[in-house]
């Protein structure tokens, strides 16, 4: 069993639809957690960067951690074509531990 | 503007042949790290340096090696001793250690023929 899970999709929703993506984790020693957008041949970049459980806003971008079922969610509204990336969850244990990733999520957000 | 370069952006190689990929951080940033992307596998991580002068293996270090003698700089070789180097290679930097956010270049994909 992956360390961390993650649903490869494709995902595919109409514009401006809400998106929910979520990833798995069997590792209770995890506490920070991150979000990474990565656009086809691009490197991933940084989305959402949270620290143990709760919720995290930033503009259409809500990342949610519940440790307690070893879950994470990022939730996009208003959903654009733009959104249209690989979405990948990463997290780690904290200083000197690796950083652990999903393989990611295709998301197509059709216009 | 702050960043990381990874150059070059493609690289054909024959089989047999080391070759060396390049990674530069202008961020100040103290960590390095590498990583290898492979279709439905999310990031493997290769090496990586906390500390100029230092470096560690990370999860699939075999036929790959790396030197860390700038802060700015940490290449990587794929040599003949890998056996399947066809991927997508990321580096990735943070400050100041591994708990912390990582920020990736733009990659190199490495065809190996």
């Known amino acids: 069993q992956k360390e961390v899970e993650q649903d490869p999709g494709p995902l595919s929703v109409p514009e401006g639809a809400i998106v929910s993506l979520n990833c798995t984790y069997s590792n209770s020693a995890f506490q920070y957690f991150m979000w990474y957008r990565q656009y086809s041949r691009k490197g991933p970049e940084l989305l959402m960067y949270?620290?143990?459980?709760g919720n995290k806003e930033d503009g259409r971008f809500t990342a949610q951690v519940d440790k307690s079922s070893k879950y994470i969610s990022l939730f996009i509204r208003d959903s654009q074509p733009s959104d249209s990336a690989t979405y990948l969850c990463?997290?780690?244990?904290?200083?000197?531990?690796?950083?652990?990733f999903g393989a990611g999520t295709i998301l197509r957000v059709k216009s | 503007d702050g960043g990381i370069t990874q150059s070059p952006k493609y690289l054909f190689r024959k089989e047999g042949q080391n070759v060396t990929l390049s990674c530069e951080q202008n961020l100040n940033h103290d960590a390095m790290y590498w990583y290898r992307q492979d279709p439905g596998q999310g990031l493997r991580l290769i090496y990586y340096?906390?500390?100029?002068?230092?470096?560690q293996k990370g999860d699939i270090a075999e036929g790959y090696s790396v030197s860390r003698e700038k802060k700015e700089s940490f290449p990587l070789t794929v040599t003949s001793a890998q056996k399947n180097p066809t991927a997508f290679y990321l580096c990735?930097?943070?400050?100041?250690?591994?708990?912390?956010?990582?920020?990736f270049g733009p990659g190199t994909r490495l065809t190996v023929t």
């Open positions: 340096s906390q500390i100029v002068n230092d470096f």
């Open positions: 990463a997290m780690s244990a904290g200083y000197g531990n690796k950083l652990v």
């Open positions: 949270t620290y143990s459980s």
């Open positions: 990735a930097s943070s400050s100041p250690g591994l708990a912390d956010e990582q920020y």
